[in-house]
Each structure stands twice: as C-alpha cells, then as structure tokens.
T-cell receptor
C-alpha cells in the first residue's frame, strides 16, 4: 500500500511568519511530488511541483525534496491569513501516471492576523 | 474558457440506490480522473479514463464504474450505495502527453450524501 503521511494539524502561525509543512512517502520509486492547496468546501489547486532533490522556489513558496529520506516539505514565507487552508502533499508513485495521484490527508494551516 | 465542470453540485440518495455523476473536462483536455474525498481525508483515486477506456483503477469495488464519451466528458456511476459512499467526488482533467508537468485541473466536486 503506497502511502503519503502528513501531520493533520492544525498548524497555527502568526501573520508574517514562516509556515513549514512536512510530508513523508512510502514508495521509494516515486518521482513526482506536488503540493495542492484546498480551501474549505473547494476543490484542490496545484501550487507547487518538484521532481529533483533540493529546493524549488516560487514566490513565497519553497518546496524541498529529499528522496533518500523520502521527505517532502513546503515552506510558506510571510504567511498571510489568505494562506489559511488545508495543504495536501501528493505523489505519483513508481509506475503511476498523471491523474493517478496519491494524496496525503492534508495539514490544516491557520494564519492568525 | 470554461474550466472543469461537474454536476450536480449536491445529491442526497438512499442506501441501495444508484447514482450518476457527470464531469466535463477543461477545454483541450482529453483525460479524466475521478477521486473520492471523505470528510477530513485526502482525495483517493477511483479511476482514470482516456480514449473512452478505463486506463487505471484505484482500490474501489466494481460498484464504481464509469464512462467517457467522444467529447471527453465522463460519468461516474455508483451502484448499491452504502453509507460509506458519502463523500465529495472530484473530477480532474488533464492533457495526455502534453509534455509539461502534471497540469491536472480539478472541478468543484459533487457532494454525495447517502442516508
């Protein structure tokens, strides 16, 4: 059973702080990793993807991947109340394809003004 | 340019009944995937349709079936509904072989309640 594990939270940070969201995955052969954001009652939206070990930055978001440790993280700098949502760590396992995404349960982030 | 659309928005059914959910992919997309999201959980992959055929399937029983039409729209059918089938059903579309990163767009979902 291929799994993606996340702390369900809630993770509470003050406005302007750095929010750090973490994820581990079980399939060592996984090659593609994504972070989706889901507001309450809405559908998930893709915010970051990463394929290679290291860091990838996009605006206030930084995704980090360590395949040896089977660990993915998302940093949100200068957190805003509008960042309050559930963040889903998503993996395409070895042999999988676009569309066959393995989702974690999500970490609920709350940014306090 | 319309994004992914799903209908209906909400649905209430009784145990044992059958339900059909519909999805129209984003313009230009040809692949449709269906996910089930129970309350407080991440979405779980049900199956994916491409070229009118089921290409991949997750760990869901045969009560869950689907169809893709020539215009790429898709239906999800669930027979003999159980209380545990109550969830948000998400449809996602993408373009096969686009050569780009996984640009999978999700629809707003259908909230199914089984009583």
């Amino acid at each position: 059973q291929k799994e993606v594990e996340q702390n369900s939270g809630p993770l509470s940070v003050p406005e302007g702080a750095i929010a750090s969201l973490n994820c581990t995955y079980s399939d060592r052969g996984s090659q593609s990793f994504f972070w989706y954001r889901q507001y309450s009652g809405k559908s998930p939206e893709l915010i970051m993807f990463i394929y290679s070990n290291g860091d990838k930055e996009d605006g206030r978001f930084t995704a980090q991947l360590n395949k040896a440790s089977q660990y993915v993280s998302l940093l949100i700098r200068d957190s805003q109340p509008s960042d309050s949502a559930t963040y889903l760590c998503v993996v395409i396992p070895y042999g999988g394809s676009q569309g066959n995404l393995i989702f974690g349960k999500g970490t609920k982030l709350s940014v306090k003004p | 340019d319309a994004g992914v659309t799903q209908s209906p928005t909400h649905l209430i059914k009784t145990r044992g009944q059958q339900v059909t959910l519909r999805c129209s992919p984003k313009s230009g997309h040809d692949t449709v995937s269906w996910y089930q999201q129970a309350l407080g959980q991440g979405p779980q992959f049900i199956f994916q349709y491409y070229e009118e055929e089921e290409r991949q399937r997750g760990n869901f029983p045969d009560r869950f079936s689907g169809h893709q039409f020539p215009n790429y729209s898709s239906e999800l059918n669930v027979n003999a509904l159980l209380l545990g089938d109550s969830a948000l059903y998400l449809c996602a579309s993408s373009l096969e072989g686009s050569g780009s990163v996984n640009e999978q767009y999700f629809g707003p979902g259908t909230r199914l309640t089984v009583t």
